[in-house]
């Protein structure tokens, strides 16, 4: 299957500083991916759509200035979690579905765990 | 609205069986998906559901009834890394995933 590479895996930061997060797909053009946040024990939530070359879609309650979403290649998609505070603390997780595949399946990152100090 | 509901844990012995239920409500409907995710991990794709009836792949099947909005996840033979969570998601008319919050599974020996 397709592979989706998000780097770094772990990040500790310190509240106030900015931290970005890469999204790779290593294999295939995406020209769409999402990146997803999850709390302990709680569902994946999607904060947002990147689109290649377009301003990203935010879902609702997620602060686009906060969260800034660059997807300038059709292999690269970047978040910066800006002004990083503790509660910001979470799993971040990008993925992208693999163009012409009928199934939709999304291919995920390996995740990046994000820790404001 | 959109909803995606199963149980929030359940437990298992080695080498038995159990089956996961999921219950959906989407805007429209392009299949169901259940991903696999082991602690501080990413998910991974075990399977995807868009017409009714059963999936098999090895050891994990997955059932579709569109009808009764209903999927479930069966695992035979269970193995100790099978303890994970299992995330039931629907895609929609607009080919967004909507999530369930995933059941915990507890493999005991």
């Known amino acids: 299957g397709a592979v989706v590479s998000q780097h770094p895996s772990w990040v500790i930061c310190k509240s106030g500083t900015s931290v970005k997060i890469e999204c790779r797909s290593l294999?295939?053009?995406?020209?769409?991916m999402f990146w997803y946040r999850q709390f302990p024990k709680q569902s994946l939530m999607l904060m947002a759509t990147?689109?290649?070359?377009?301003?990203?879609?935010?879902e609702q309650g997620v602060e686009k200035d906060k969260f800034l979403i660059n997807h300038a290649s059709l292999t690269l998609s970047t978040l910066t979690v800006t002004s990083a505070h503790p509660e910001d603390s979470s799993f971040y997780i990008c993925?992208?579905?693999?163009?012409?595949?009928?199934?939709?399946?999304?291919?995920f990152g390996e995740g990046s765990r994000l820790t404001v100090l | 609205g959109q909803n995606i509901d199963q149980p929030t844990e359940m437990t298992a012995t080695e080498g038995a069986i159990v089956q996961i239920n999921c219950t959906y409500q989407?805007?429209?409907?392009?299949?169901l998906f259940w991903y696999q995710q082991h602690a501080g991990e990413a998910p991974t794709f075990l399977s995807y559901n868009v017409l009714d009836g059963l999936e098999e792949k090895g050891r994990f099947s997955s059932f579709l009834s569109r009808s009764k909005g209903y999927s479930y996840l069966l695992l035979k033979e269970l193995q100790m890394k099978d303890s994970a969570s299992y995330l039931c998601?629907?895609?929609?008319?607009?080919?967004?995933?909507?999530w369930g919050a995933g059941t915990k599974l507890i493999i005991k020996p």
């Open positions: 993925s992208a579905r693999e163009p012409g595949l009928d199934t939709g399946e999304l291919f």
């Open positions: 989407t805007s429209g409907f392009n299949g």
């Open positions: 294999d295939f053009q995406a020209t769409t």
């Open positions: 998601a629907g895609m929609d008319s607009n080919y967004q995933l909507i």
């Open positions: 990147s689109n290649e070359g377009s301003k990203a879609t935010y």
